[in-house]
Every structure is written in C-alpha cells, then in structure tokens.
C-alpha cells in the first residue's frame, strides 16, 4: 500500500523480474545484430548502407519498452483508492406475493366490470405507491402457477398481471392451499425482511387443507392478508358475453346455476394463523388502497437508505501510461536522425 493505493493482486510484483530479464534479451540481440552486421562492413559502408538508429535512440526505445511493460505489470496488480467513494442504495425490506383467484366466479359482475379486472386495477394501483419493495404474482384456480417471480421490476409485474385472465393456469376450482403453498415456496429462502402474501379469493376451498399450508407459511415467516370478495350466504354469477353482450348466469356442468360462496371463516383462520388480517370485501368494489393503509402497511417494514464506501479502480491510469510509453517508443524506433543518400 502507497499513499492510500492497495493492490487487488500484489503478488504480481515479481513479474517487474520478467520485465527486466526480456529488455535485458532485447538489449543483448540489439548489440548483437549491430556486432554482426559490423563483421562483413567496413564502418563507412555500415554509416552509409545500415540506415538504423543511433545508439543513443536505441537506448530510449528501450527505456521506453521497460516503462510500458513496467505500467502494465502495476496495471495486472490492480491499484485500487480504498474509501474514495461513498454510494448510497435502498435495501429491499419487504417481499410482497400477490396470490389471485382466477376461477370463473371472479368474472361475476357485481363489482365493475367485473371482479378480477377490478382486482387487477386495484393491485396495479397500489403497485404505484411501493418502493423498494420486491412483488411477486401466484395466480391460481384448480391449480397455482407462479407467473412473476419476486422483483424489484413493477414495469414488469404489471405487464405479466394485465395479461392474467381465467385461462391462466388451465384448471377450474378454487384450491387455496396450494395456492397458499406455492406463494410461500416462490418467496424462496428468507432474507430477513417482512414476507407478505396478498390473498383475493371469491371462493370457498375445495379440500387442498388451506390451514395445514397457512401453519408452513407461519413457519416461513410469511404473513397473510386475505381479502375475500364475494358473499358468505352465496350469490349467483352474472356473466356478460363478450360478443353479443347477452348476460347469463353461470351454470356448471349438470346444468345447475352455480353458486359462489364466500367462506369468511377460513380466510379468517389462514389470515390468524400467521398473525396476518381478513378483509372481507364482500360484493363491492375493491378498494385495495384502503386496505393496503389500514393492514399491509403496518406490517411492511420501511425501505432502508444504506451508504458504504467502496474501492475506486486506477488501473485504467496505467494502462493509459503503458499506451502512451509504446506509442513514443515506436515512434523514436522509427527515426534515424540521418540523411537521405542520393
């Protein structure tokens, strides 16, 4: 270490012997050629037909060599300012997985347009009012697909969550223990911030054991905030074609009108189970910025400005110099200092 430099690779320094050692050969063939060349001339004719550098430009060319191959051994031994710089970042302090229901039951109409082109209007908004937060989406029916993994990139989490539809995970049912189990799996392992999964549901559960996956999530350390849409007593589904603009009711496969019953209590239970809260929405609209104020913010821990001091490279000054002391070494190995003979 001099004068506030340190060397990334110091041990490098023995590699100036190898500098020394090849200028030393250059100097020797030098002489040599010179002394040969002598042998079969006479020193008039050598002075007239051996159009070479004087000596003295020889041994600047040299010098020269010795400089550059000098600054590019301190260039391979990486000069580093230890402290020179101070740069501040923001530390992600809470992960956030959005776990939504796209069954059929989440096109009913009851909140406009209808529930799930509400519910994804709504999270795009409070996706607006994060920072340094990393989001993540689980969409989820019969089955749970992870679609966007953790990311600090909202860009992209919102262009992945406009396109979800009903068709995203190919399956019908509403299964919220898998969905519960593959949200707290895509969390990966813990990073000593809040973990927060956002739950919308309209549905009850069919038989996926959703308080067995909210007791492995309590253990993972995730929080869950359930949102339920939808009523407990249980309502129809109004449908609206896309096409015609001809609204139905939606009916299952035997024909029979298919009721959509919101069960509170077992949102209520997966929510307490790992401290988090249940918000029933109910057949409103949805409106997750309230929410997310009242019972996501308390729990989201606050984005950390961080600033530390890191190392400034200089090697790129002596890569500069070594170039420099080639640059002037050919250019002084070009000129003889001689006349030309006519």
Excluded at 95 to 110: G, T
Excluded at 118 to 126: G, P
Excluded at 171 to 186: D, F, L, N, P, W
């Amino acid at each position: 270490m001099i004068d506030g430099i340190t060397f990334l690779h110091p041990q490098l320094i023995h590699l100036v012997w190898v500098v020394v050692a090849l200028v030393a050969l250059l100097a020797w063939l030098e002489l040599r050629g010179q002394s040969a060349l002598a042998r079969f001339l006479s020193p008039e004719m050598l002075d007239r037909l051996g159009d070479r550098p004087s000596l003295s430009r020889r041994g600047v060319k040299l010098g020269l060599i010795l400089v550059t191959l000098a600054f590019g051994v301190v260039a391979l031994m990486r000069p580093q300012s230890h402290g020179a710089e101070m740069v501040s970042s923001s530390r992600v302090s809470s992960d956030i997985m959005v776990v939504l229901d796209v069954s059929k039951s989440m096109l009913a109409e009851d909140a406009a347009p209808n529930r799930l082109a509400r519910a994804r209007a709504e999270i795009v908004e409070l996706v607006g009012h994060l920072q340094g937060h990393r989001v993540g989406l689980v969409a989820f029916a019969g089955r749970a697909s992870v679609l966007c993994p953790l990311t600090p990139d909202y860009g992209f989490f919102r262009m992945i969550l406009r396109s979800v539809d009903t068709n995203s995970v190919g399956r019908g049912g509403t299964r919220i223990g898998e969905a519960i189990r593959k949200g707290v799996t895509a969390f990966g392992p813990g990073s000593g911030g809040a973990r927060l999964m956002l739950l919308i549901t309209d549905g009850e559960d069919h038989d996926s054991y959703p308080e067995e996956a909210a007791e492995k999530a309590a253990e993972a350390g995730v929080r869950i905030v359930a949102i339920g849409f939808g009523s407990e007593d249980g309502s129809e589904i109004t449908l609206t074609d896309p096409e015609t603009g001809a609204r139905r009711v939606l009916v299952d496969a035997d024909g029979l009108v298919v009721r959509s019953r919101l069960d509170g209590e077992l949102l209520r239970a997966i929510a307490l189970e790992t401290d988090g809260v249940y918000v029933p929405a109910g057949t409103a609209a949805l409106d997750l910025e309230s929410i997310v104020d009242a019972h996501v913010k308390p729990i989201m821990r606050q984005t950390e400005t961080v600033a530390r001091a890191v190392v400034v490279e200089r090697y790129h000054w002596f890569v500069a110099a070594s170039l420099a002391a080639l640059c002037i070494a050919i250019r002084v190995g070009s000129k003889t200092g001689r006349r030309t003979l006519a």
